[in-house]
């Protein structure tokens, strides 16, 4: 297969992980006879201060013609300055908005060798296995703004069709998988929820009646992630929930590090991948960033955007038999064991391809 994927590897550690990504990539296209084309871009800080924008209209044409978008991370304390005019986040939500990718997987994995990476009991996470669906579009992100010197305000605002097609996406995911479905909202005090949950009382039951669904409310499942983490299979939030959730769910993984993530639009068009993690400036540079969540981005695209699950399968299980065979950067190494640099890391995804 010929593929045109474009690279934004952003600011920070972005570039060093993107890099290994990449490489995984080129390895997989060698292994299995593809071509993978790379056009890198600017985007966040390092487009800011290129351009002024943080997400230059030539980046955006990028991404466009590209089958799919790998991405680093956007942010840093250069531009962190709240008052700025403009801020590297607006480039990556600018980014998702444009390209209609109202849907964010984000896997939560257990690697069974690095189980003690996690703060929480072992005990727990054996057979951990959840897909948590995040819709990225829409919500208190992309409502109505306003400041004035006496007050803010961020606009939470959900359209019925919105819902509908993440609740339909991540049903669909349910379906495939364990056929459970967990619906976390706030429906107790937010309108937007009691929206969200009326829809997906109307769409499971008549769409998808052989997936169990229930609602939890999101400080509930917020502790129930912890607390019993084998009982979800796929959960499925607004943008703002699923961003701390998420977070609170890579401990399960034991580092941000691990965690990839896909999103998607509407069904054919391309997705962009990128880690779940941020731009980690305090190390960035110095090469000892985990590449890891950003080469399991990178099969998720191989899965998702290109369609190749055998190459995806391959990838994964080499990113596996790196972390069984040792290769742990800082994030993962235990307590005076020697970490491995980003680059190392990525060796090892390749000698195991
Ligand atoms: C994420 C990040 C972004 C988000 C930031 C950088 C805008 O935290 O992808 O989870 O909040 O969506
Ligand atoms: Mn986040």
Redesign the pocket.
């Known amino acids: 297969m010929d593929a045109a994927i474009a690279v934004l590897p952003g600011d920070g550690i972005g570039s060093e992980v993107t890099a290994e990504g990449v490489r995984a990539l080129e390895a997989i296209a060698a292994k299995f006879g593809h071509s993978f084309r790379f056009e890198s871009a600017l985007l966040g800080g390092a487009a800011i201060d290129a351009t002024g924008e943080a997400l230059p209209a030539a980046t955006l044409a990028v991404c466009e013609r590209a089958d799919a978008v790998l991405l680093g ?3 840093g304390p250069k531009w962190s300055d709240p008052n700025a005019a403009v801020r ?2 607006q480039g ?2 600018g980014l998702r908005k444009a390209l209609g990718l109202f849907a ?1 997987l984000r896997p939560v994995v257990p690697h069974p060798a690095v189980l003690d990476a996690s703060p929480i009991k072992a005990e727990l996470l054996h057979g951990v296995d959840i897909m948590v669906v995040r819709e ?1 579009t829409g919500g208190i ?1 992309f409502g109505e703004k306003r400041r004035t010197a006496a007050e803010a305000t961020d606009v939470c605002r959900y359209s019925v069709l919105e819902i509908e097609r993440v609740v339909r996406l991540a049903a669909e995911l349910a379906r495939a998988r364990r056929r459970k479905l967990t619906s976390v909202d706030k429906a107790n005090v937010l309108e937007t929820s009691r929206l969200w949950r009326s829809i997906v009382e109307r769409i499971l039951p008549a769409e998808f009646p052989e997936v169990q669904f229930e609602h939890m409310l999101v400080d509930s499942a917020a502790m129930h992630l912890l607390k019993r983490p084998r009982d979800f299979d796929v959960i499925v939030t607004e ?2 929930f699923g ?1 701390i959730l ?2 609170e769910a890579s401990m399960l993984v034991g580092s941000l590090g691990l965690l990839p ?1 896909a999103s998607l639009g509407a069904k054919g068009r391309g997705g962009l991948f ?1 880690p ?1 993690h ?1 731009s980690a400036p305090d190390i960035a540079g110095r090469g000892i960033a985990n590449p890891y969540a950003t080469i399991l981005s990178a099969a998720m695209l191989l899965r998702y955007s290109l369609h190749l699950e055998t190459e995806a399968r391959a990838l994964e299980a080499a990113v596996s038999a790196a972390v069984v065979s040792g290769a742990l950067p800082a994030d993962l190494s235990a307590p005076g064991a020697t970490p491995v640099t980003t680059r190392a890391a990525g060796d090892a995804v390749l000698a195991a391809i």
């Open positions: 991370a956007v942010g590297p986040e990556l939500l964010n990225l992100y943008n703002m961003d998420t977070d993530s990128e779940i941020g």
